[in-house]
């Protein structure tokens, strides 16, 4: 069996949407510093991602909308027409120095990871992909392109046609299921956060008969996550029989990110993770929403060590923990980060009762698997 490979970028380090953005925390080059800080990352492990060209991104992509991502980026601003019709330059969306280049570099690593999956390696993580919200014509949702979608793409151009893509980012993978909707060689599943943007996803969408929406309400805990796992996403990815699995990880699932409400620890994460790895021959690992530096980077670090079959200590050397002090929210007056954010990569365990809507909305669809 190959080993696992895990694509990364400078550009993450040194880019931001913005000093009132979500997304000016950093992320993946988090995950990087901590996994060598941790003796993961070896050189023989990372690779490099490369810089999606104009047209690989038109393979789904309008070229349209693709010229005017790079000429918002090489200007500085956008028209107001411009602004109207890609939904560029909004308060989402933002005008930024990197705005093309940052999520062209996610979409070549993605993409990059599909062509080494058809070539042998059995499993990628990209921690820099997961922009689920992406359309073909428009920027949605902090992301400008989809990644997951041209991944998929890739894959099925590649010959593995039968994906399984799984979702446990808090919001729905609404530009994911716009593009393989009705598509039975596709099977889409996502978890997220019921009354959440964009405020798609009902339980009883089930996008011509290939998607799996697991809405959950607010304060949804591990073992609620468990009970999804095993009753939902398992028998429907044992059933699809696919060639690859693609798990999009987006870490705002977890109890304290501050755009959503769902209250799972990193270990639902791996425990996410752990249960799909033997289902399909290949692998592809995406990174997704998740807006609180210390429970990103620690998340992604931890499905990485899962993925490279790495031992978590019980406490963090100190190398990896001043790789987590040194990090700050970037603005904004929110409280520093509890105790164990700092010096230990597990979050302790978030279990609780499965609560009769959940149960309830699991039963429904397990019986959609049986009917």
Known sequence: ??????????????????????????????????????????????????????????????????????????????TDAIRSQYHLGTLSNPVFGQMYSRPATGAGGVMLAAELLA?????????????????????????????????????????????AYIDIDAHHCDGVQHGFAGDPETLLISTHEEGRWPFTGALEDDGGGNCVNLPLPREANDTEMRAALEAVILPFVQAHRPDVIVLQAGADSLDEDPLSRLSWSNRAYV?????????????????????NPWSVGRCWSALWATLAGADIPDRLPDPAQQVLRALTW???????????????????????PVRPEVQARIARLAQRLRA
């Open 1 to 78: 069996m190959s080993v696992p490979l895990f694509i990364g970028s400078e550009v993450y380090r040194g880019s931001s949407y913005g000093p009132s953005h979500p997304l000016r925390v950093p992320r993946v080059s988090t995950v990087m510093d901590l996994c060598r800080a941790m003796g993961w990352l070896p050189a023989s492990l990372y690779r490099t991602s490369p810089r999606a060209k104009p047209a690989a991104l038109t393979r789904w992509h309008s070229p349209g909308y693709v010229e005017a991502l790079q000429r918002a980026e090489t200007e500085g601003r956008v």
């Open 271 to 291: 425990e996410v993770l752990r249960a799909l790895l033997p289902m399909a021959p290949r692998f592809l690992l995406l990174g997704g929403g998740g807006y």
């Open 119 to 163: 070539t042998g390696t059995r499993a990628v993580h990209v921690p820099g992909g997961g922009t689920h919200h992406g359309l073909p014509d428009r920027a949605n949702g902090f992301c400008y392109l989809n990644d997951p979608v041209l991944a998929i793409l890739v894959l099925r151009g590649a010959g593995m046609s039968r994906v």
């Open 330 to 352: 970037g603005g904004g007056g929110r409280p520093p980060p509890a105790p164990h954010l700092l010096s230990t990569l597990l979050d302790p365990p978030r279990e609780g």
